[in-house]
């Protein structure tokens, strides 16, 4: 497939977003009443955040505030807390554009966990955008992002606000993965990969009311909404607009196909999230400036083994996953499944489970010349929950503590693209996260 503007000079939103600033020089103004700003403490994932927050905050003096809609259950959830009696509550509704401003603005950084973000999310994200405010959250809803990232992007720019979606197991594993790959590509090779296939080896652990929340809202808006599947399957959908090109096939949700991975010698099965991941990806390779290659293809599924055993577990799961999509389709079938089967808000698994989930996954990145190398990144804790927020508080502590060594300016970022190995090294101290190479094979 070709890439229109490739040969031009570079996007306007890409030539903004690659510039590269001195330190200090963006950080958003250092006298604020807080450094973080914890919106939606009182939810499954929120209140969990609450409390690594909390714990991380102490060791290094950060001052915070929980807020959310309801003072009593922030009540709760501060008298639970490490030096919960030195942390501010905020009480406010999300769609309060006045609100959101006032709070944003008595902040250096807000960290969010309250959605579907598409419902909740974008009057925060705009007070962010204009009061030069840093902001991070768990959203991996591709066309709200393109549509905060359209709205705000020039605001962002001009205040210095840093914005970050995505920052919980959604896309941080995956968008990290891919550049602690290419850099150890570059430094052994002195090349990057032109093709990464990232397999996910293993994930147990389970998922909360609000990442159901927002499946069921994403079904309905792709009910009236005509771009919605175009912009699912546009593989380029997140980068910047002139540069929505390139050699990766569109990406399929739960297509009903099942493939033979010959590197790691397994069959492979979709992956729910692989399309959301790919998505940020390939936009921290465009708003980088390419340091992947113009032609670097990313696709993200999961593995099973080898064997008729492997092919039938791979099949059955796609076939689940393929009647699951249909079912949420429906109406009818979306409301049955809402009642009786899915979380609900607030709720999300067992401390067990959480405590013992855990997931892996394998790079598997091959070199122009065919040399294939392979990294492992693997995470203590369940994927939805336990990991995604210890994850969500080491991004917001990385705005909040890191501005001044943060390289790039006010934006719409992703994890990898405003971060990088600043964010790799707190979660692999702080948040259960390891990042390895495996030994790199002649082509
Ligand atoms: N990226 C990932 O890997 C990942 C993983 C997990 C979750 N998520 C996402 O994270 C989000 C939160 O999930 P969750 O399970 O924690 O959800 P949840 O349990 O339903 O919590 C939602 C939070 O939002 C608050 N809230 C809702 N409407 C509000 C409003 N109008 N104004 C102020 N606060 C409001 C709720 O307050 P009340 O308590 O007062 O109701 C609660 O604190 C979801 O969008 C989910 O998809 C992403």
Redesign the pocket.
């Given at each position: 497939m070709g890439r229109r503007n490739r040969a031009g000079a570079a996007s306007r939103e890409d030539r903004q977003q690659g510039r590269r600033f001195p330190m200090g020089e963006t950080s958003p103004r250092a006298e604020r009443e807080f450094d973080i700003v914890l919106w939606?403490?009182?939810?499954?994932?929120?209140r969990r955040a609450a409390h690594h927050l909390a714990r991380r905050g102490a060791e290094n003096g950060v001052s915070l505030a929980i807020g959310?809609?309801?003072r009593a259950?922030l009540e709760t959830v501060r008298d639970g807390l490490a030096g919960g009696d030195t942390i501010a509550i905020l009480v406010g509704?999300?769609?309060d554009a006045a609100f959101m401003h006032d709070m944003t603005a008595r902040t250096r950084v807000v960290v969010s966990?309250?959605?579907?973000?598409a419902l909740?999310g974008s009057e925060l994200v705009a007070a962010c955008a204009a009061n030069g405010t840093h902001y991070c959250d768990?959203?991996?809803e591709p066309q709200w992002m393109r549509a905060m990232i359209d709205a705000h992007q020039d605001t962002a720019r001009r205040t210095g606000a840093r914005i970050v979606h995505?920052c919980?197991?959604?896309s941080i594993p995956s968008d990290l993965g891919v550049q602690f790959l290419q850099e150890a590509a570059v430094a052994r090779h002195g090349k990057p990969c032109r093709r990464i296939a990232n397999r996910i080896t293993r994930m147990k652990g389970g998922?909360?009311?609000?990442?159901a929340?927002?499946f069921v809202n994403a079904m309905k808006v792709r009910e009236t909404d005509p771009d919605f599947d175009r912009l699912s399957q546009d593989p380029y959908a997140l980068c910047p607009e002139g540069e929505r090109d390139g050699p990766d096939g569109p990406d399929r949700m739960m297509p009903l196909e099942v493939s033979w991975d010959a590197d790691l010698q397994a069959w492979t099965k979709p992956f729910f999230m692989g399309p959301m991941n790919s998505k940020v990806v390939r936009r921290t390779n465009a708003i980088m400036d390419y340091p992947y290659g113009r032609d670097f293809t990313y696709q993200e599924t999961a593995l099973t083994r080898g064997g008729i055993g492997g092919w039938w577990a791979a099949m059955s799961y796609t076939l689940f996953g393929r009647a699951l999509l249909i079912a949420m389709a429906i109406p009818a079938t979306r409301r049955l499944l809402q009642r009786r089967v899915l979380p609900k808000?607030?709720e999300?698994p067992s401390k067990e489970v959480r405590e013992t989930g855990s997931y892996e996954m394998v790079m598997v990145g091959e070199m122009p010349d065919g040399t294939i190398l392979k990294a492992r990144i693997t995470a203590q804790g369940d994927p939805?929950?336990r990991s995604?927020t210890l994850m969500l508080t080491e991004a917001a502590l990385c705005l909040a503590e890191d501005a001044d060594r943060i390289a790039v300016g006010g934006g719409f970022w992703t994890p990898a693209a405003a971060m990088g190995p600043l964010l790799r090294d707190r979660i692999t101290e702080h948040a259960g996260l390891s990042f390895e190479m495996m030994d790199d094979e002649p082509g």
């Open positions: 939606g403490a009182t939810g499954a994932t929120g959310g809609r309801n259950k509704d999300s769609l966990t309250v959605g579907p973000f909740y768990l959203t991996g995505a919980g197991h959604d998922f909360s009311g609000g990442t929340a927002s808000s607030g999300g939805g929950v995604t």
